[in-house]
């Protein structure tokens, strides 16, 4: 149980294309979701907290007009890096956690998209 | 920032029990110690997590300190496919997301 899938799992694409990636809880509804991203050698980052039917909440240094998060239901939200540039490189990762069985829930994570800006 | 602090790496050979330690001194009374692994080029992947008492599952075992102030993950019988980054996290209860820190590279070698 507890599957998160996240799609594409790579995405090669010309600078200035927008490009969104999906992720969805397959087994169980997610009010709230993540969105990590991961550059070589590096630890994930936080990039922003996905509510269903709200406004996600961006962590410092993370501009909301590049990185438009959707949350339409309670099993998929989407990120869409907008006009991408090479920098926007990387792996990108969400998140979702269960809502069953007390606020301690581990959040579970999909296999990543790697995102190839050129 | 991350509250966690693990070795950078650690090497263990195939078979044997793999012990990977993580400090949490400024632990809260209400956040939870979790572990998690990350394989190359994938998501990270859940594995344990406890409050206070040690727990078990068919993955790793987690000791926790009675002060709660550090942990150990235990994998009993390391294979190959147990490299990878293991990354040991305090959270609250609620909605607070995982903030990872650098983490521990375990080697399993042959």
């Known amino acids: 149980g507890a599957v998160v899938s996240q799609h594409p799992s790579r995405v090669i694409c010309k600078s200035g294309t927008s490009v969104k990636i999906e992720c969805r809880s397959l087994d169980f509804q997610a009010t709230t979701m993540f969105w990590y991203r991961q550059f070589p050698k590096q630890s994930l980052m936080l990039m922003a907290t996905?509510?269903?039917?709200?406004?996600?909440?961006?962590e410092q240094g993370v501009e909301k007009d590049k990185f438009l998060i959707n949350h339409a239901s309670l099993t998929l939200s989407t990120l869409t890096v907008t006009s991408a540039h090479p920098e926007d490189s990387s792996f990108y990762i969400c998140?979702?956690?269960?809502?069953?069985?007390?606020?301690?829930?581990?959040?579970?994570f999909g296999d990543g998209t790697r995102l190839s800006i050129l | 920032d991350a509250k966690t602090t693990q070795p950078p790496s650690m090497d263990c050979a195939e078979g044997r029990a793999a012990n990977l330690p993580c400090n949490h001194s400024t632990i809260s009374g209400n956040e939870y110690v979790y572990w998690y692994r990350q394989i190359h080029s994938q998501g990270p992947q859940y594995i344990i997590h406890g409050l206070k008492n040690n727990e078990t599952n068919e993955m790793a075992s987690l000791i926790i300190t009675e002060d709660r102030k550090s942990s150990t993950l235990i994998l009993p019988h390391a294979t190959l496919r147990d490299t990878a980054v293991y990354y040991c996290i305090v959270r609250a209860s609620g909605n607070t997301p995982l903030v990872f820190g650098k983490g521990t590279r375990l080697s399993v070698i042959a």
């Open positions: 996905s509510n269903e039917g709200s406004k996600a909440t961006y």
């Open positions: 998140s979702a956690r269960g809502e069953g069985g007390g606020s301690n829930q581990p959040q579970h």
